[in-house]
């Protein structure tokens, strides 16, 4: 009797912690994994940093911005914050005090995140080291250091909203969606821009540049961005950060290593189910500049010395080593800033878990002309079933101060 009351007691003592726990530590996994798919660490943890102490500078249009701290710590980081405000800084682009925050940090796609979610990742902030590091982030220039001048533009751009789902759609599309258009923020990155940094209609996912290179279209339709891939390669890519098609670099090789790789299987299935319903813009399918052209003749016989030892004669690479250059969005892209940024300054490839060795390519700009740059550009975007627009002289010389101006 009395041993039977004892393991009610008990049972009743213990029972609803221990389940209260185990709730708690699987919300604090999934607030990991939800941190990962967004990012944070991209911006909020500083090279050689601590993780999530902030300080790191984020380049934007108008100037930088210095990341803040969101570490527990109470008085520098975001410990002592509410529930609610910390939800308000995910879904409204609020901070604390109600100031506006700049949309360097991405609210204006955090905002489809559930709250459900949004809790979780305080859930796993919650659990990190509170480190101590006061973070002074506006250090834009007038009239962008008024933060004041935020409740402008998010009246003009921005509309806060958890994803809804679209019924007429699979349950993959929409979690795919979700995925893409509010965590991930791939248009961020990929998504045309106006002089104010805010998303232009009707250039969703088709492509912007930034940091020195060009996202590219990531829509499909008519030739350009996606339309050769499968979703298979879509999920290869972001997997591994290589497919037959391409190896990401530069910014996207960050975003490769420190998100998507980690995202899963079947998470990242729904992300490409969702791209390749996006659809892009639907104008005159492009042709390819003709093989008898002086340009392309030129570009042909700098391609034969100089990059096909590894690109192969026919374009077509080694699989997964050195890419093949058609099919890839970034080769076909309309604005051509990222095959000037490779054949420039050179590259190395991104390292992941799945492809843990780095191939890398060669910086061409002390060995090519503007104009022998141009040519074997205008080449490569115009060979092997390829077409895009022809690269100027120009274009080259102007992509030489833009990389060298970050090189400062
Ligand atoms: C692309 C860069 C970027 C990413 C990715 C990013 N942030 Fe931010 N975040 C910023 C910047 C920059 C600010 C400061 C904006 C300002 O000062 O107006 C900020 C501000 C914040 C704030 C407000 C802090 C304060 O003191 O006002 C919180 C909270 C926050 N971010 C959380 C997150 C979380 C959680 C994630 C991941 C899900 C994340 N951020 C991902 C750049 C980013
Ligand atoms: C921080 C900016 C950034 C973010 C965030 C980002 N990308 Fe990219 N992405 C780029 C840049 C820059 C390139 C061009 C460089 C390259 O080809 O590797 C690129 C290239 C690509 C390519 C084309 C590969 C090729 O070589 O042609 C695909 C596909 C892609 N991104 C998909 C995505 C998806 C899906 C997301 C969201 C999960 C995403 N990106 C998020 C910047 C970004
Ligand atoms: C030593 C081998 C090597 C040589 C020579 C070389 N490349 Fe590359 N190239 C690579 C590797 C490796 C990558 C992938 C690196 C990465 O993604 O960061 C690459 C990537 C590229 C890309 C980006 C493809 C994409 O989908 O993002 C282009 C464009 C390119 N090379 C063009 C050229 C041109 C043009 C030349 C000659 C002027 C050349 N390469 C010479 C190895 C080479």
Not at 336 to 341: A, D, G, N, Q, R
Request: net charge negative; glycine share 10%.
């Amino acid at each position: 009797m009395r041993a039977a009351v004892l393991g009610v007691l008990l049972g009743a003592a213990i029972a609803p912690a221990a389940w209260g726990a185990a709730q708690d530590f699987d919300e604090v996994q999934r607030g990991r994994y939800l941190a990962t798919i967004g990012d944070c660490t991209a911006c909020h943890t500083a090279p050689g940093g601590k993780l999530m102490a902030g300080g790191r500078s984020i380049e934007t249009p108008f100037g930088n911005i210095v990341s803040p701290n969101i570490t527990p710590d109470r008085e520098t980081g975001i410990g002592a914050w509410t529930d609610d405000q910390f939800y308000a800084s995910m879904h409204d682009g609020t901070s604390a005090d109600g100031d506006n925050l700049y949309p360097a940090m991405p609210y204006p796609h955090f905002t489809k995140v559930t709250r459900d979610d949004v809790m979780a990742i305080r859930a796993w902030l919650n659990t990190l080291e509170p480190v101590v590091n006061r973070v002074e982030a506006n250090q834009l220039p007038f009239p962008f250091n008024i933060r004041a001048a935020m409740i402008g533009w998010n009246e003009l751009f921005f509309t806060p909203g958890v994803w809804q789902d679209d019924p007429k759609k699979s349950a993959e599309w929409n979690r795919g969606g979700y995925l893409v258009e509010g965590l991930a923020h791939c248009g961020a990155c990929h998504s045309a821009k106006n002089m104010l940094g805010a998303d232009e209609s009707g250039g969703h996912l088709q492509g912007y540049a930034l940091q020195g290179w060009f996202a590219p279209a990531i829509t499909s339709g008519d030739g350009v961005g996606l339309d050769k891939w499968t979703e298979d390669d879509i999920v290869e890519y972001l997997k591994t950060g290589t497919n037959r098609f391409a190896t990401a670099a530069g910014p996207m090789a960050e975003a490769v290593s420190d998100s998507t790789q980690h995202i899963s299987i079947a998470d990242l299935r729904a992300m490409a189910a969702y791209l390749k319903d996006q659809r892009g813009p639907s104008g005159d399918k492009r042709k390819p500049m003709d093989a008898k052209d002086p340009v392309m003749r030129a570009g042909e016989a700098i391609y034969v010395d100089k990059c096909a030892a590894c690109h192969t004669m026919n374009g077509e690479g080694i699989a997964r080593l050195f890419p093949t250059l058609s099919a890839s969005p970034t080769v076909e892209a309309e604005n051509p800033l990222s095959v000037l940024h490779v054949i420039l300054n050179g590259t190395r490839a991104v390292q992941t878990r799945l492809a843990p060795t780095a191939p890398a390519m060669p910086a061409f700009s002390w060995e090519l002309t503007d104009a022998q740059v141009a040519a074997v550009a205008t080449y490569v975007r115009n060979a092997w079933g390829n077409a895009a627009p022809a690269v100027t002289a120009g274009d080259v010389s102007s992509a030489r101060k833009t990389l060298e101006a970050r090189r400062e």
